[in-house]
């Protein structure tokens, strides 16, 4: 459709994204490049009113017709509960939750020129079940086993020998564990102890 008044057209996308949800503004920021630079100026405008604009899209969410993880949709439709001084004591409070099987994201407010403090999200139907849980003190064991998974060593996984990408699938156990690289389809078995075999 081709719209001859340049202003009627910016007045036009100005409404459309103030009445559209979180989702589908961050579902429409995947497509950005292939939106006028008008629409460009205004979606970064109207995400950036929403504190949106510098989270990423997780992967799934990008891909047509990927299914989202629950987590995904935390990270695209969460509330924020609450605001930290640091990202310490955002990702503690992270924790705290998730020991209770709620689904939580931190919001760390450090990428570019964001200025908004360290924050909290989880789904909107438990905001008030974590609200409950943060007002709660902290006890001692959950600090220590908070600082625990802080200082534990990162799990790699393993890579594929022929191309070195990390997108690789177990597909066996018996008698290694036997591999299969999601990029270049080599498959592979890790060697097995003699006392193993």
């Not at 949800?21 to 006028?36: H, M, P, R, S």
């Not at 990702?91 to 209770?100: D, G, V």
């Not at 139907?125 to 849980?133: I, K, S, W």
């Not at 799990?155 to 270049?184: K, M």
Request: charged share 30%.
């Amino acid at each position: 459709m081709a719209v001859s008044d340049p202003m009627e057209e910016w007045q036009r996308l100005r409404a459309l994204y103030a009445k559209m949800g979180e989702i589908e503004l961050l579902e429409l920021k995947v497509a950005f490049d292939d939106l006028t630079e008008t629409a460009q100026g205004l979606l970064r405008d109207e995400l950036r009113k929403r504190h949106l604009w510098d989270l990423p899209i997780p992967p799934k969410a990008a891909s047509k017709g990927g299914k989202r993880h629950a987590l995904e949709d935390v990270y695209l439709a969460g509330t924020i509960i609450r605001e930290y001084d640091t990202v310490k004591e955002a990702k503690l409070a992270a924790f705290i939750l998730e020991q209770a099987q709620i689904e939580a994201t931190v919001v760390d407010g450090q990428a570019g020129f964001d200025l908004r403090p360290p924050s909290v999200r989880v789904a909107p139907e438990d905001v008030e079940q974590a609200e409950a849980l943060l007002s709660q003190p902290i006890s001692a064991e959950i600090h220590a086993d908070f600082e625990a998974m802080l200082h534990a060593p990162d799990f790699e996984g393993p890579v594929c020998p022929r191309c070195t990408s990390s997108g690789v699938l177990l597909e066996g156990v018996d008698p290694g564990n036997q591999w299969l690289c999601e990029d270049c389809g080599h498959s592979w078995k890790d060697a097995v102890p003699d006392q193993l075999r």
